[in-house]
């Protein structure tokens, strides 16, 4: 039992499994939290300037595709990994085409997680930006002037970035209920929604890390397993009794 247990573990790719963990745990962080501080920042947009973010809502949907997209290529580079892993290696990947066809399927997935890993980094760039803006919002909320209703929020200052359908006194924030909309109900959560999904992107793009080393890792056993099988087949052939205690046992 011992014996078979140990067999067993030995078939695991555990770097692998740890990767997938790592990454399956940050994107379904990010999906989540991408699409509900999506969901708020389109709601503020709209009740407190007027004006609806309509790309906003095609990106809620990119996020849900993408995620689904990550979770398959875990699950493929997974597959992969147990493949190429102690014993299961040894059985796959005997044969001269077999080990072609792994090693071309490692380069693939290789350039696959390398592009995966730029997409995920300008992703990280732009939340970067995103979460910069929403503590600036926050800092604004912050201020006892502003707390105390003495002064209002101004992005009159900031009209360039609104569209020009805007109205100058929607940029204005004076309303006690106003405030309490754009501070306590969306720039707060907002806030910290993007601040997760900021940890769950680097998350990610750690586990995309990780899995390059595998699979280079894995690259590399499959080219290298033709020259171990050739070295101990001639082994064999100038030793016969090794064989036949192999054999024996």
């Keep these: 039992m011992g014996d078979a247990c140990q067999a067993c573990l ?5 770097a692998t499994v740890i990767a997938t963990i790592m990454c399956c745990l940050g994107v379904g962080v990010f999906c989540g939290t ?15 300037f007027h004006f609806r973010l309509i790309f906003m809502e095609a990106l809620q949907m990119i996020f849900i595709v993408g995620s689904a997209c990550m979770a398959a290529l875990g699950f493929m580079l997974l597959c992969l ?37 730029l997409i995920w980094l300008i992703l990280l760039g732009f939340l970067v930006i995103t979460t910069f803006l929403f503590t600036i919002f926050w800092k604004l909320c912050s ?15 900031f009209d360039f970035m609104f569209p020009s359908s805007v109205k100058q006194e929607d940029m204005k924030i ?8 754009f501070c306590k109900d969306y720039v707060e959560k907002a806030e910290f929604m993007f601040i997760l999904a900021m ?13 390059l080393m595998c ?28 064989h036949a205690s192999k054999d024996r046992f």
């Design 10 to 14: 030995t078939r695991v790719p555990h």
């Design 174 to 181: 004076c309303e006690a209920h106003k405030m309490k909309v």
């Design 215 to 242: 699979l280079s890792a894995n690259y590399a056993h499959i080219r290298d397993h033709g020259k171990f099988q050739e070295l101990q087949e001639l082994q064999y052939l100038t030793n016969p009794d090794l």
């Design 81 to 117: 990994g147990c493949l190429t892993t102690g014993a299961t290696r040894q059985k796959v990947y005997r044969a001269w085409r077999a080990r072609v066809g792994g090693r071309i399927s490692c380069a693939v997935f290789m350039i696959i997680t390398y592009i995966f890993t």
């Design 199 to 211: 940890v769950s992107c680097l998350l990610v793009i750690l586990s995309l890390v990780h899995y």
């Design 34 to 48: 991408m699409y509900r501080g999506s969901a708020l920042s389109i709601l503020m947009f709209d009740e407190v």
């Design 143 to 157: 201020k006892p002037k502003n707390i105390d209703l003495s002064t209002c929020i101004d992005f009159t200052q």
